[in-house]
């Protein structure tokens, strides 16, 4: 720290003449002395000689009372005492020594501080000149300069301000400030000068000039990115013109830049328009690698270990992984009677299953017995999960049973109505009661008077002789409550017969297929492999999650996963998963496996796990530069191991980041980003945005309303009504593409088979659909149900064990999945339901005030929202007293309301004057 003048109460202690110097009144003779400020410390001259005094040394000065006046004391080696100090002095004295000492206790974390100052301003001012966005990881090394805050509050505390030079205030002063918003305020204005000198080159780098948010996206060079994209927004355009941007600004070399998409047609489609639209401006294009993450990922491995390995031949495809699942599980059942019986009692008994007695909704209804329930393989309705485990259980035995047969005697009373035992086998005479007991033995607490009833029933039995039966829930959720079961019964004389295959009535309830099993085992397989989670790590997810059907199933998993495991050995393969996961290994470890500096990721809301460790470990080190472009508004795959959190979370996963949002999108008329955007958004836990058309003004008037509900009475008239609405569409939109999408592929089967003049009719899943887009949608079958949309089968509770934490949000990935549906199409969205079964979704859409409904039947026209659920509609039913509404979802919801003959004409109140 550099000395100055020190002010005594305004005055200059040196006067004019440059650093203080003191000393008593009379400055000659023996005791005369003199003490004289430098730039490192002091300097005393006495009539024995000079001291000087520089750092620590300073300590040895102090200013003290001696009898009637102050001295200068010296202590240490050459000790001495200055008598004469002047008492206006003595303040100036002490201060210059502090100061001193000062300096050199805290000097060091001043020169830190003006370091700082002087870097941080270089660095902001070269970024000027150079018209390049100020990355983190450049202000990030600047800000390791800085004194540590327990520094600056010591130097603040103690140091005083008349001490520091003007340089040494303005380092403070600058530590003391928002440096972030000192960064975004100077990247403002870099930002706003690149995208005026360059609009040119955002002009021409694509065929159409790229927008404002566009060009923005693609100059905010910093080292972690987040490009929020909606639907149509242009986000392949965004990743073309960042390549370009950083070969043309010379920031990236060509051969430094890595593109990573899902597929490989995405892939190509960026390798082409990579060469073609930097050719077009005359940029260089050689080494730039547009890739899988599946291709580069192989690439990686055969570099690093000098050996590339091979993709077993049933992987890449959904349809063979599945079925190779399938021969596994064969094998498996054939060769393990064991395993046979796991899979058979999961696949028919414990997959219908809720995790608690009181949970589940019903699916039957009994006519005669007036009783809502659960349908049975027998085709009954029984009053409780428990109780349909346990009728199918009896039934694939072939045990002769009666449910709720009346008791052998007349116990009704004044409380009692007459006994109805759960179960009773006639065979031998015995009753059997089911509890809905927890393994605690209580029973939930929404069973009001459960216990009393309970301790009356048996007391019946007691007082009659006869023989009871019982079981638990907590019992028959394992297998252990069945083989209990199945001894008794034995024991008593019943032959069991086990038969999975036994035959079942029409009206009986339908069991999970074995494909639709073996997909659920593949999708947890995916993640189990995705997420890197061992035996250990599932059963301490289930420890904390207690749940005797997902146990039964890990059962199963294992011996098909160390299955899988053999298969690709014997093969010498892997599947992707493995190869996502030993890439990243690979990575981690060697970072300088890493030939890239820029790396930029498509669809980045479908990342997995191990694909997010892979691009964490690319982006590693200093200079590195992530962009990835996603919309968790589309994230459809959790499934297949989709970590939406990598886009939601980008931060927490890859570091500080800056986000940018695309939200015009050049597909969908207004009012469809409207609708999808408001349907979609109800779902809070998403990232918001809002969607704007290019195109405010319909295109095309002709194309009618942009998104229509059409109702047909029956499922049999889907096809028809179909063929009607294509073959009117060729009349007035001839040269149009239309996508027929559905939710899965049997619904081909209601496209009709002829062509219609004009008209480019494609069939595709709404999973295969994404990224692609067309004239007109057409979603042919929004029903509810095990195949409806909202799907149930991709919602099997054990997949949470292994997956990604989901926000709670009902049906969140299936709703994304029909927000991609909706925003597919370019003039007009079209979406066939059937009345009374519509999907939870149509439900949803009939409240806005932009759909508009039709029929095919004055009847279907009219549609009203159950005000009970909300989620279904009311449909005419009849009973006892006549027609009344009830809800479509019946018996899950039981709301009634009466026919208002006035209004509803006999039928269904309209819904809303929007309808025609």
């Known amino acids: 720290m550099s000395q100055k003048a020190v002010r005594i109460g305004g005055d200059d202690v040196s006067g004019t003449s440059g650093l203080p110097s003191w000393g008593p009144a009379r400055t000659t003779g023996p005791d005369a002395w003199f003490l004289a400020s430098t730039p490192d410390g002091f300097v005393l001259t006495t009539s024995a000689g000079v001291m000087n005094f520089t750092g620590r040394d300073c300590s040895r000065l102090s200013v003290s009372r001696w009898w009637f006046g102050r001295s200068l004391l010296v202590n240490g080696p050459v000790a001495g005492r200055y008598r004469g100090v002047k008492s206006q002095d003595v303040a100036a004295i002490r201060s210059a020594i502090a100061g001193r000492l000062q300096s050199v206790e805290l000097g060091p974390v001043l020169d830190r501080a003006r370091a700082f100052r002087s870097d941080f301003n270089r660095l902001l001012e070269q970024h000027r000149m150079q018209g390049r966005w100020i990355p983190y990881d450049r202000v990030a090394a600047v800000l390791r300069l800085r004194p540590t805050d327990d520094e600056l509050a010591l130097l603040r505390g103690s140091m005083r301000e008349a001490l520091l030079t003007p340089e040494e205030r303005e380092a403070l002063d600058l530590l003391g400030r928002d440096w972030t918003a000192i960064v975004r305020s100077v990247n403002a204005q870099i930002l706003s000068a690149e995208l005026a000198s360059r609009r040119d080159f955002f002009d021409r ?12 996206a693609v100059v905010t060079f910093d080292n972690r990115v987040r490009v929020v994209a909606a639907a149509g927004s242009g986000k392949t355009s965004v990743m073309v013109a960042r390549a370009a941007y950083a070969v043309a600004r010379g920031f990236v070399a060509p051969e430094r830049i890595l593109m990573l998409a899902f597929n490989t047609d995405a892939a190509a489609e960026l390798r082409a328009r990579v060469a073609a639209r930097l050719e077009a401006v005359g940029l260089p294009t050689a080494g730039i690698q547009a890739s899988t993450f599946h291709s580069f990922g192989l690439a990686l491995i055969g570099r690093a270990t000098g050996r590339k390995p091979s993709v077993a ?5 959904q349809s063979t992984e599945i079925d190779k699942v399938l021969a596994i599980v064969d094998e498996l059942r054939d060769s393990s009677p064991e395993f046979r019986y796991k899979w058979d009692t999961f696949r028919l008994l414990y997959g219908r299953m809720s995790e608690t007695p009181e949970t589940g909704d019903h699916d039957s209804y009994d006519r005669d017995t007036r009783q809502n329930g659960f349908r049975t393989y027998r085709g009954e309705t029984v009053r409780s999960e428990g109780e349909r485990l346990i009728a199918d259980w009896l039934f694939l035995n072939g045990v002769e049973y009666r449910y709720e047969q009346p008791y052998a005697h007349d116990v009704a009373d004044a409380d009692h109505s007459q006994y109805r035992p759960d179960f009773y086998y006639p065979q031998i005479d015995v009753w059997h009661e089911h509890w809905a007991l927890r393994a605690d033995g209580t029973p939930p607490e929404a069973f009001t008077g459960y216990a009393d009833s309970m301790q009356w029933k048996r007391s019946v039995h007691q007082r009659f002789g006869t023989t009871l039966l019982e079981t638990a ?22 032959e069991l ?34 997420n890197s989670l061992t035996r250990d790590d599932l059963a301490a997810r289930l420890a904390e999650r207690p749940s005797p059907r997902t146990r039964i199933f890990l059962e199963l998993y294992w011996e098909i996963h160390d299955r899988w495991e053999q298969e690709l050995r014997a093969a010498g393969a ?23 500096d820029l790396v930029l990721i498509d669809e980045f809301q479908d990342t997995s796990h191990s694909r997010a460790r892979l691009v964490r470990a690319l982006c590693q080190g200093p200079e590195k530069y992530l962009l990835a472009v996603g919309d968790d508004w589309q994230a459809i795959n959790r499934f297949a191991g989709a970590d939406i959190t990598a886009m939601t979370r980008f931060e927490q996963m890859f570091g500080p980041a800056e986000t940018v949002r695309l939200q015009t999108t050049f597909r969908n008329p207004q009012t469809i980003a409207d609708i999808a955007g408001r349907f979609v958004s109800r779902n809070p836990a998403q990232i918001d945005k809002r969607v704007v058309s290019a195109r405010r003004a319909a295109s095309h008037p002709e194309d009618g309303p942009p998104v229509t509900i059409i109702r047909v009475e029956t499922r049999d008239g889907l096809q028809r009504a179909i063929d009607g609405y294509l073959t009117d569409l060729a009349t007035r939109a001839a040269q149009s593409s239309i996508d027929v999408l559905g939710r899965y592929r049997h619904e081909e089967k209601l496209v009709p088979r002829h062509g219609f003049p004009g008209l480019d009719v494609t069939f595709r899943t709404v999973h295969a659909a994404k990224g692609l887009e067309a004239d007109y949608v057409i979603l042919p079958n929004l ?17 949470g064990l292994a997956m990604p934490g989901d926000d709670g949000f009902p049906h969140a990935e299936e709703r994304r999945l029909f927000y991609v549906a909706l925003t597919r199409a370019r003039r007009a969205v079209t979406i066939f339901t059937v009345v009374g079964q519509e999907s939870p979704f149509v439900v949803e859409l009939l409240d806005d005030p932009d759909v508009v409904v039709q ?9 009203r929202v159950c ?4 989620q279904g509609t009311l449909v005419l039913r009849r009973g006892p007293y006549g027609e009344f509404l009830g809800c479509s979802r019946y018996p899950a919801c039981t709301h009634k309301a009466k026919l208002d003959r006035g209004t509803d004409s006999g039928r269904l109140r309209a819904a809303s004057p929007r309808m025609p």
């Open 205 to 216: 780098i694509e065929k159409s000039p790229l927008t404002e948010e566009q060009a923005r």
């Open 313 to 317: 031949s049933w992987v890449g495809r």
């Open 473 to 494: 829930w907590h019992e028959i959720v394992t297998f252990k409550g069945f083989a209990a079961l199945d001894a008794e019964l034995r024991t008593r004389g019943v």
């Open 497 to 530: 017969d086990w038969n999975p295959e036994r035959p079942r009535p029409t009206s009986g309830a339908q069991p999970i297929e074995h494909e639709r099993l073996a997909r659920t085992i593949r999708t947890f397989m995916s993640n189990v492999k995705a």
């Open 574 to 596: 892997i599947d992707f998963d493995d190869m996502l996961v030993q890439a990243a290994d690979l990575l981690e470890r060697s970072p300088d496996l890493s030939a890239y």
């Open 783 to 799: 029903t509810k149900g095990i195949y409806g949309f909202p799907s149930k089968i991709e919602d099997d509770p054990v997949l």
């Open 855 to 863: 029929g095919i039947t004055p009847n279907a026209t009219r549609v």
């Open 867 to 870: 005000p009970g659920c909300g």
